[in-house]
């Protein structure tokens, strides 16, 4: 049986994969089951995507989900909770071919018609974004009006999101929210999380 899909999403990347305190921030973001962990290294090789989803789920606990990005063989291999695809990755259908019936299954997306074929297609949800401009895409921030008139799609809003962004981020239509530098470099991490699992409430 699938778990249900979390309301908020802590994304790694590579400069999160080195933080020297990268258990106890992961330990301290892990407050509730509808936090989930995303693993994800772009471009690095599958032992390093290995070594992080092994170290989030020591940090963290069996009560968190663990989502491999982009790595069947390796999701397969640490049994994680999920797959999440990025927007071109492996076709949906395809990679529901290889995971158990219980793990969930995400792609990320860019605007609101490639979230209704992802849907479509079978994907359990979608990362929707950037919402906000960010450092990694300050060119192209598509707003809160994007997360509007999907009703039936479990829409977890990403790109700029904030603590204190995450309700307008509900009000707007969105399941969840994703995070990376917000939650990780946050003061306090639980705070934080807490603060965005509360908007959701």
Same mark, same amino acid.
């Given at each position: 049986m699938?778990?249900p899909? &979390?309301r908020? =999403?802590v994304?790694?990347d590579?400069?999160?994969?080195v933080?020297p305190? *990268?258990?106890?921030?992961a330990a301290?973001l892990?407050?509730s089951p509808?936090?989930? @962990?995303?693993?994800?290294? %772009?471009?690095a ?6 070594e992080l ?6 940090a963290t606990?069996p009560?968190s989900?663990i989502i491999v990005?982009?790595r ?10 999920g797959? =999440?695809l990025?927007?071109?990755?492996? %076709?949906?259908?395809?990679a529901r071919?290889?995971l158990?019936?219980g793990? *969930? *299954?995400g792609?990320?997306? =860019? ?11 079978g994907?359990?949800?979608v990362?929707?974004?950037p ?9 192209? &921030?598509? #707003?809160?009006?994007a997360?509007? #008139? *999907? ?9 700029g999101v904030? %603590?204190e962004?995450?309700?307008?981020c ?14 990780w470099r946050? &003061?306090? %991490?639980?705070?934080?999380v807490?603060?965005?699992?509360l908007s @959701?409430?």
């Open positions: 699938k778990p899909v &979390p908020v =999403h994304i790694t590579g400069q999160v994969a933080l305190n *990268l258990e106890s921030v301290a892990a407050i509808a936090v989930a @962990f995303h693993a994800r290294l %772009p471009k090789d599958g032992a390093r995507v290995w989803a092994t170290r989030l789920r020591k606990g009560r989900l990005n982009d069947l063989d390796v999701a397969r291999i640490v049994s994680a909770n797959v =999440h990025p927007e071109n990755g492996l %076709p949906i259908e395809a071919q290889l158990a019936p793990q *969930l *299954l792609r990320s997306v =860019h605007d609101p018609e490639e979230a209704r074929r992802a849907a479509a297609a994907a359990d949800y990362l929707l974004g919402v906000w401009e960010t450092a990694s895409h300050p060119e192209r &921030p598509i #707003g809160l009006g997360l509007r #008139g *999907l009703e039936g799609i479990t829409v977890i809003a990403i790109g904030t %603590p962004r995450a309700k307008a509900r009000d707007a239509g969105a399941w969840g929210v994703a995070a990376i530098s917000a939650l946050a &003061p306090d %991490p639980a705070a934080a807490s603060t965005m699992l @959701f409430v």
